[in-house]
């Protein structure tokens, strides 16, 4: 073993010594940042980024920060999430196959975390849609007459059923807020606009049960992006707007447009890549549409009017650019919108580690944001 | 040289063919994405990141950003700053001759800036220290009472005199604020505190001259870390706090300490690494004091009862984690702190680029909050 190792390091030098060049090895193989010196390292990039262009970055290992909770290090340490990450069924047969074997451990995980929470689950239709309805152990007064729409992350194919209940849950709890989450029709099956019309259907239905001021709508990821074309949908039919909305790290441009798509690919634990299940899972959604609809991707869609908005996203969030481009686009837009962004997270990591102090604290800045805007 | 390229390429085989393990490769060799296919590419990290620790990533060239103005991206595209980044003078005479000549490029250029912004520029001194006064052509009649301190950027050592000037010709031109811009003394000559006791002079001179509710702190860098730290001075002296401030990418942790310290490493084409010239003037200015000091380092100190504050970062930026660090503290702390992050944008790029549209936005949307949150 050992011998192979030294051998390795030996044919390695050899390459690097024989070939021309630094820009010529910078195409080919390259020291990573722990074998080599710190001068070595300074020099090499220094040569390989001294014309405009390009950012040319060495390998490296990124040590689990120390500045964040011991539970949140935990999950950032955590290995890549695989299947999820990169999967590539091949039939619409194998999609739901994979879908329903990866919600069934999610759901199974869903009572315990309600128990623990402190939150209660029951299921009702909506405008003829599935709903789950969140309740948590004690409504604050002043959130009595309030009620929060909640559309689940999952690139559009994961999450169906209770699985997609959790970050549903967690505002429950952490907010005090009664939550209505949708478990909207989704590809293989049912390709936009299905998981669309059933949001509009329940917040139709929704906006008989409460003034739209005292309404918010949220989600993460999907259900972020899903918030946002919510929001542009309902200008669109003239229906009421919610009095305020959290898209969370939202998926707000399905093509990969936006500099963290490739900054933080690999880095990012969670969806690691866009060149995974998400680019499958965009084409399955469109299903021939063109990405860039402001329904799919409401980045490119018209943000004057919009309610006010709180964003949250991580350092290390594929959707990162995503987040910070609506927020942009937002302000300039007139709106009044709010931006977090947590130390170290990955994509989502605040929905899936649900009892990290960050989780709680997401949530928590979520309520207030909603406290401050909704109507009583 | 394309033989010799094909060789290091089966040469490279070679060793990862024979090599035992994926994890013992990733630590010596490692393609880089240019030249593998992306299923080997998918592979390899899938390997190197299937156990819990620190995060592996491959060589990468990233491109330059296509979500950000023609002006921002040509500024993102630039290459790395030499000898500004990684600068390593040997004597306090080779720093004050670096320093002397990096300035006289900086303030030759500054004429011609405030031309173009209208700004007019005066000089004066206030509680013994040199300042510079900035006016716009125009002030709104709302801010005709109102005042700006400018602290500028520079890791403690570089932009004495005019050369600090340009962030508050800006903030005067774009905000349509009377700026006071402080040129406080710097190490090798004068290590900490000199600096912080200039600053806090034209503070203590500025409260004579307006109230302070209707003034406002600000800076980059170097400068938000100042500014952070002459409000936590000024409570600690009781001093009245000003109506509001402004710390742009704060330099709020003289440690190597935040997670984009190295994830945004040699991505940031401005201050590249920590392990340049920041590292060097940290300690030349901290003269051997604990770089832990709240007064060096404020994201250690107590942020209750700070005034509302703005802080603004990038997404490339190598302080990303010191501005969110920071938000988090300050929003822990119960205060109103706004955050804008702003796509593919490396350390204080919006000061260094003036006529970008995305700078004319920073400056934009801190005076906003400035009018929000000042006395009239």
Redesign the interface.
């Known amino acids: 073993?050992k011998t192979?190792?030294v051998?390795?390091?030996i044919?390695?030098w050899?390459?690097w010594a024989?070939?021309?060049g630094l820009q010529?090895?910078?195409?080919?193989?390259?020291?990573?940042a722990?074998?080599s010196k710190?001068s070595d390292l300074?020099a090499a990039?220094?040569a390989a980024?001294?014309?405009?262009?390009?950012?040319?970055?060495?390998?490296?290992?990124?040590?689990?920060?120390?500045?964040?909770s011991p539970e949140l290090a935990?999950a950032i340490?955590?290995?890549?999430r695989?299947p999820n990450w990169?999967a590539n069924p091949k039939s619409a047969a194998e999609w739901n196959k994979l879908v329903a074997d990866l919600a069934a451990v999610a759901a199974a995980a869903q009572p315990a975390i309600r128990e623990k929470l402190g939150v209660k689950l029951e299921t009702a239709m909506m405008g003829g849609v599935k709903v789950y309805i969140l309740t948590p152990k004690e409504i604050p007064p002043a959130n009595r007459n309030r009620l929060l729409i909640h559309v689940h992350g999952g690139g559009y194919v994961y999450n169906p059923g209770e699985a997609g209940t959790q970050e549903g849950a967690l505002m429950a709890a952490y907010g005090g807020f009664k939550v209505i989450s949708v478990d909207y029709r989704m590809p293989p099956d049912y390709p936009y606009p299905a998981a669309m019309d059933d949001a509009m259907a329940v917040w139709k239905a929704a906006l008989k049960m409460q003034r739209p001021a005292n309404m918010a709508i949220f989600g993460t990821s999907t259900g972020g992006g899903m918030t946002l074309a919510m929001v542009l949908r309902a200008k669109q039919e003239k229906l009421p707007l919610p009095g305020a909305i959290a898209p969370g790290t939202p998926w707000s441009d399905l093509t990969e447009?936006?500099?963290?798509y490739?900054?933080?690919?690999?880095?990012d634990?969670i969806l690691?890549?866009y060149?995974?299940y998400l680019a499958r899972a965009a084409q399955l959604y469109a299903n021939g549409r063109d990405l860039k609809d402001p329904q799919l991707s409401p980045i490119y869609g018209d943000f004057h009017g919009f309610p006010p908005t709180i964003l949250t996203s991580g350092?290390?969030d594929l959707f990162?650019?995503n987040t910070?481009?609506t927020?942009?686009k937002l302000?300039?837009a007139g709106v009044e919108a709010?931006?977090?962004?947590?130390?170290?997270m990955s994509h989502a990591q605040y929905t899936l580690s649900p009892y990290t102090p960050e989780s709680k604290?997401v949530f928590t800045?979520i309520a207030r944001f909603f406290e401050a805007h909704l109507g009583e």
Chains 1, 2 share one sequence.
Do not use: C
Request: proline content about 9%; overall charge positive.
């Open positions: 073993m192979r190792i051998s390795a390091i044919a390695f050899f390459v024989t070939a021309e010529v090895q910078s195409q080919t193989v390259r020291p990573s722990p074998s710190l300074e990039q220094n980024n001294s014309k405009p262009g390009p950012r040319s970055l060495p390998a490296r290992d990124i040590p689990v920060p120390d500045t964040v935990s340490a955590w290995p890549y695989l990169n447009t936006g500099d963290s490739k900054t933080n690919e690999w880095l634990n690691v890549s060149n995974g350092t290390r990162l650019s910070v481009r927020h942009r302000r300039q709010a931006l977090q962004v947590f130390e170290g604290e800045e």
